[in-house]
């Protein structure tokens, strides 16, 4: 379901733009997450929050490679420097590195704090509501969080048009300086 999530960016981007695509689809992977947590033992539910929450998540993080091209206009027309491989090695390798080994680090320190071991044969009930937690609601929190710093790219989507404007008026000159 990742993947069709992922497919589905270009045509909800024609609508909603970056930040309205990003914003949707982090909504719908908190629903997601939120609709697993209400499933209980239903699993039919739960597969169904699964492929929403997934569908979701796919579409969001693809956004997040996108807004990283407009991290190196924004660059660009700020200090003249286009750093396109440092800025998509720190927003895409490291980042995403660092995310997965924060995010790691977070859900063992919680399994741990309620008496999680891999070498139980069987957990507490303490121990099985935080890997609920941990599997569930952290995500929604996570996301959450993603969500509200959206509100700060929106400011750069109504400035994007502004900014490629005048990159483009400044590498005309250069161009016309150079050919001459």
Same mark, same amino acid.
């Given at each position: 379901?990742?993947?069709?999530?992922? /497919?589905? #960016?270009?045509?909800?981007?024609?609508? *909603?733009?970056?930040? !309205?695509?990003?914003?949707?689809?982090?909504?719908? @992977?908190?629903?997601?997450?939120?609709? %697993?947590?209400?499933?209980?033992?239903?699993?039919?539910? /739960?597969?169904?929050?699964?492929?929403?929450?997934?569908? !979701? /998540?796919? =579409?969001?993080? @693809?956004?997040?490679?996108?807004?990283?091209?407009? @991290? #190196?206009?924004? !660059?660009?027309?700020? =200090?003249?420097?286009?750093?396109?491989?440092?800025?998509?090695?720190?927003?895409?390798?490291?980042?995403?590195?660092?995310?997965?080994?924060? !995010?790691?680090?977070? +859900?063992?320190? %919680?399994?741990?704090?309620?008496?999680?071991?891999? /070498?139980?044969?069987?957990? @507490?009930?303490?121990?099985?509501? +935080?890997?609920?937690?941990?599997?569930?609601?952290?995500?929604?929190?996570?996301?959450? #969080?993603?969500?509200?710093?959206?509100?700060?790219?929106?400011?750069?989507?109504?400035?994007?048009?502004?900014?490629?404007?005048?990159?483009?008026?400044?590498?005309?000159? *250069?161009?016309?300086?150079?050919?001459?």
């Amino acid at each position: 379901m990742t993947i069709e999530g992922m /497919a589905s #960016v270009p045509f909800f981007c024609k609508f *909603l733009h970056k930040w !309205g695509t990003t914003v949707f689809m982090l909504a719908l @992977t908190m629903i997601g997450q939120v609709w %697993i947590g209400l499933a209980g033992s239903n699993v039919t539910s /739960a597969l169904i929050g699964w492929c929403i929450a997934c569908i !979701g /998540a796919g =579409s969001a993080c @693809t956004m997040f490679f996108a807004m990283v091209g407009d @991290t #190196v206009d924004f !660059g660009e027309w700020k =200090s003249g420097i286009r750093a396109n491989g440092l800025l998509t090695a720190m927003g895409a390798s490291f980042c995403i590195q660092m995310g997965a080994g924060i !995010g790691s680090f977070i +859900a063992a320190k %919680i399994m741990a704090a309620f008496g999680f071991s891999a /070498a139980k044969a069987a957990q @507490t009930t303490g121990t099985m509501n +935080a890997i609920s937690f941990t599997f569930i609601w952290v995500p929604v929190i996570i996301y959450a #969080v993603s969500l509200i710093l959206m509100v700060i790219y929106r400011k750069w989507e109504h400035h994007e048009p502004i900014v490629t404007e005048d990159l483009a008026e400044r590498r005309a000159q *250069l161009q016309s300086k150079n050919a001459n």
